[in-house]
């Protein structure tokens, strides 16, 4: 038997509970990809607007640098595309709130206390993360591997791919903003103390490189934009795990 809230549980009835909370998930993106849909063409015109507007900076007027179709699918499954991306945005603070809902009951009252503002933290990180891919990330890589092209040869953007090119930084961003949280986490949990991460910073700007080398385009510039601020995130990590066993320590007196 498991505790949930005031009553106990029966295996079936938690799995049920987990059953229900994937599909409020579900639904909660399903709702929120259907509703972005309808500004999907928007956020179409603002990235081939943004884009025309780094080309031109990069390689001079004169150009056509406006995305291009070359498939006749390809408007539709890249308007789908956009419209899953803001879907998932729209519903993670509720998604996240539903597997919270969800794990909560199985803590002790000190956990919930502690953890609550790590989901919120978490929640926002996940923005901040998504804000920076698509404004400085996306931008500066799209100028610098630009900037590589022959002269002799066309700039020709192909639509759908470069929405899965903002996608994915957007995506990895959101995942990458997350490492204070996990680093707080391990740290709480007697996992990974502070003084470990302390010590083994070193260690971290090799593992960091390492990521960025295989989560970015191939060339320093990008692999640069992404370590220098996931070095700042350990380091902010590194405080939190720090604030977090001061927290447990005084806990574990009373």
């Not at 803001?86 to 597997?99: D, S, T, Y």
């Not at 993360?129 to 040869?153: H, N």
């Not at 949280?181 to 996992?191: D, K, N, T």
Request: hydrophobic content about 55%.
């Amino acid at each position: 038997m498991e505790r949930y809230g005031d009553r106990h549980m029966s295996f079936l009835e938690h799995l049920e509970e987990l059953r229900w909370t994937v599909v409020w998930i579900v639904a909660a993106t399903l709702v929120g990809t259907a509703v972005a849909w309808y500004f999907s063409e928007d956020v179409l015109e603002l990235l081939s607007r943004d884009l025309s507007h780094v080309l031109t900076q990069v390689l001079g007027e004169g150009g056509a640098y406006d995305l291009h179709m070359f498939e006749v699918a390809e408007a539709f499954t890249t308007k789908l595309k956009i419209a899953l991306l803001l879907g998932f945005l729209a519903a993670l603070p509720l998604n996240v709130f539903k597997v919270w809902q969800f794990i909560s009951p199985g803590l002790f009252h000190r956990e919930r206390r502690t953890a609550g503002p790590l989901v919120a933290m978490s929640i926002a990180l996940f923005y901040c993360g998504a804000a920076f891919a698509y404004l400085v990330m996306v931008k500066l890589s799209v100028a610098f591997l630009f900037r590589l092209k022959p002269a002799s040869v066309i700039a020709t953007v192909r639509m759908g791919s470069y929405v899965s090119f903002v996608t994915k930084f957007i995506i990895t961003f959101g995942l990458v903003f997350q490492l204070p949280l996990v680093l707080a986490v391990l740290s709480w949990m007697g996992i990974v103390p502070s003084r470990v991460l302390k010590k083994g910073w070193r260690y971290a700007i090799v593992i960091v490189l390492v990521m960025a080398a295989v989560l970015t385009p191939p060339d320093i510039i990008s692999q640069l934009l992404m370590t220098v601020p996931v070095i700042g995130l350990y380091w902010i990590g590194y405080l939190l795990a720090r604030v977090f066993e001061r927290r447990r320590d005084a806990e574990s007196d009373t």
